[in-house]
């Protein structure tokens, strides 16, 4: 492959191993070795070579030790039959990426007659935090299986809910290192967080198939004051996916339900509110099994009993209910 100068025959390179393309690497390790040639039929001076990525020297795409070129002018010879011998030598290169995604990145040989840049490729494997609008994505590589987020009123900190570790971080911002939560109680499976306006944070904790004799499912509040966290045991839930808190308190959950069918045939699933009061109140889906708890909204007292309710193609399960009209929320 010659130079773009198509008058001029002074660089000639040669690229090995899958065009220069280093494919998929977890972030941080380092790629395979890939050598560049090159053949030089005039004298040609060798000013530097670098390795480029992300747009900035030696960030993602790092020169290899084993290279040949040096910094010096390099002579081609004439054979006995008057052919010319290019000089030669050679740049090894490898592929570090910081974070994820596919990464472009290059490796220049910057000589006297001018600069010979081949183009490199490489993806990078692995968990991130993205942050919108950003020009690149925060990089965060302690996480085990991340499937929650919650970011506090000030945008200064970023709660992450991890099921593959079962814990909960919070992350600052500005920084790429995230801390662990002290919930003092488990969190074996924080599917869903939630921050209320003074910071107290809500854990979402579900009863995963894969895990052995998981906990029925349960909110944990952590105060911001640094006070004792405190648990509220919601056995009425089965498949809970999320959670969120509005300004008076109240916590909202979503639930697919035990029945849930991807089909949509016969949506089981509800919207459970809980007050700050403990009182719960179904919501139930729109279509599918009538005898849910509700439509006549009747109230439930999160956390006594098992206030559950009762779904079709399942045995009846026990609550116990409140005559208490529910909120008008």
């Not at 008057?82 to 000589?111: E, H, I, K, N």
């Not at 910071?199 to 998981?214: E, H, I, K, R, S």
């Not at 035990?258 to 809980?274: A, E, M, Q, Y």
Request: charged share 15%; proline share 9%; glycine share 10%.
């Amino acid at each position: 492959m010659a130079d773009n100068d198509p008058a001029s025959n002074t660089v000639t390179k040669f690229v090995y191993h899958h065009a220069a393309n280093y494919g998929a690497l977890p972030v941080g390790p380092l790629s395979s070795t890939i050598t560049f040639n090159y053949f030089f039929y005039e004298p040609t001076t060798i000013m530097a070579t670098r390795g480029i990525g992300g747009g900035v020297w030696n960030a993602e795409y790092h020169k290899a030790p084993g290279g040949t070129c040096a910094l010096k002018t390099y002579y081609p010879m004439a054979s006995a039959a008057g052919t010319t011998l290019p000089a030669s030598c050679t740049v090894m290169f490898r592929f570090q990426p910081d974070f994820v995604g596919g990464r472009p990145g290059a490796v220049q040989l910057q000589t006297s007659n001018g600069a010979e840049t081949q183009l490199v490729n490489g993806i990078g494997l692995g968990p991130q935090l993205a942050l919108m609008p950003a020009s690149i994505t925060k990089k965060v590589t302690s996480f085990g299986h991340a499937v929650a987020v919650a970011v506090n009123a000030a945008d200064t900190e970023i709660y992450i809910g991890d099921i593959g570790r079962g814990m909960v971080y919070i992350l600052p911002v500005a920084g790429n290192v995230p801390t662990e939560v002290n919930t003092v109680l488990p969190t074996p499976s924080p599917v869903g967080l939630a921050l209320n306006g003074a910071g107290d944070l809500f854990v979402l904790n579900a009863a995963l198939p894969y895990q052995t004799n998981p906990s029925p499912p349960y909110v944990l509040k952590v105060p911001a004051d640094g006070s004792a966290p405190s648990k509220l045991d919601l056995p009425a839930l089965r498949n809970p996916q999320a959670i969120a808190v509005d300004p008076d308190g109240a916590l909202y959950i979503t639930d697919l339900g035990p029945n849930f069918d991807t089909t949509g045939d016969r949506p089981t699933g509800f919207v459970l509110r809980v007050t700050s009061t403990g009182a719960g109140q179904f919501f139930p889906s729109l279509r599918g099994d009538r005898r849910m708890l509700g439509p006549d909204r009747r109230t439930a007292q999160a956390g006594q009993g098992r206030c559950t309710s009762r779904y079709a193609n399942t045995s009846p399960q026990s609550c116990r209910l409140s005559t208490t009209a529910p909120s008008s929320a």
